[in-house]
């Protein structure tokens, strides 16, 4: 019997002879992003509240060392008055993302690659906010290296995009997409509505505007209602007044919505894209099966 466990203990020894090797293997082997030569390096935004340790593990989160270059600026609660009105300049901002920029007509691909530590905002919340705030076709990334609200990683996508773009966002539509971030997550959290279907509600809303083009507030007003009542969605007085006024104020923008609902319809399907080719490649893992199955059935084999 001793020879059999002994047997075993060599087994398992194999084994992590043949892991370890192939782990560093696939690590040295590991091929960085190249740089697109015609829209430029990813760029990644630090809150600047971010301590030395807490900028470290976003930029694990980010993968930043997966990029063979990016370029790197800081969010303070500067930029934040700078994008949206009344807001606060000493604010403390911890929220930080990765843009990379695509060709025209890839649309928005947004992941929150720290869940747990973004705490209101969904990817459909910052989708929605980011095209009515005139932001298109890029990946975005969203970290925090604790809980937080997620609402700074907004305006640092706003300061990363100029930069990259050399374009200037519009400030009222910045403006009305954080006032839009601001109204579904109240939403979210006061109507006991999901996030989902917040992000549902919105993007309808807009559509119907683009497809009715209403010319007063009353009209807006009845878009809304007849949303809600579609999306069997019951909401206070105050909530249906939030959303009456902010989509009022986004009616009222030069914003081709259009454009914007055909963008929204594809997040869904380039997030089925982005994480379902991790699982596609079956012959690595088959190959991995049939290694540990022989494996077994050989240990199996020294106790008969």
């Given at each position: ?36 030569e015609k829209l430029g390096v990813p760029i990644v935004v630090y ?100 809980p937080v609200t997620g609402h700074s990683a907004l305006v640092g ?148």
């Open positions: 019997m001793k020879q059999k466990w002994m047997a075993v203990i060599a087994a398992f020894a194999l084994l992590i002879s043949f892991v370890l090797p192939m782990s560093a293997s696939a690590a040295t082997t590991e091929q960085k992003n190249p740089i697109n809150g600047s509240n971010l301590s030395a340790d807490e900028k470290e593990t976003v930029k694990i989160a980010l993968r930043v060392d997966q990029e063979t270059e990016v370029d790197e600026i800081t969010i303070s609660g500067q930029d934040l008055a700078k994008y949206i009105k009344d807001s606060n300049p000493s604010s403390r901002m911890f929220s930080s993302a990765k843009i990379t920029r695509q060709d025209a007509g890839k649309g928005l691909t947004i992941s929150i690659v720290t869940p747990d530590n973004i705490t209101q905002v969904t990817s459909e919340m910052y989708a929605n906010a980011m095209l009515t705030a005139g932001i298109e076709d890029a990946i975005v990334e969203i970290a925090a290296p604790k996508i706003y300061k990363a995009y100029e930069a990259k773009t050399g374009e200037t966002l519009d400030i009222e539509r910045t403006d009305v997409a954080n006032d839009e971030l601001s109204v579904a997550t109240s939403i979210a959290e006061s109507a006991g509505v999901s996030d989902a279907q917040v992000a549902e509600l919105l993007t309808e809303i807009k559509k119907a505007i683009a497809e009715n083009k209403p010319a007063t507030k009353e009209e807006v007003q009845q878009i809304v209602e007849e949303q809600l009542n579609k999306l069997q969605i019951n909401l206070s007085e105050a909530d249906r007044q939030l959303l009456v006024d902010l989509m009022d104020r986004i009616s009222n923008l030069n914003i081709d919505f259009g454009k914007l609902s055909s963008q929204l319809s594809d997040l869904t399907a380039k997030f089925d894209e982005k994480f379902g080719a991790i699982l596609e490649d079956e012959g690595f893992w088959q190959s991995v099966k049939n290694f540990f199955n022989n494996l077994i059935d050989t240990i199996s084999s020294w106790f008969k």
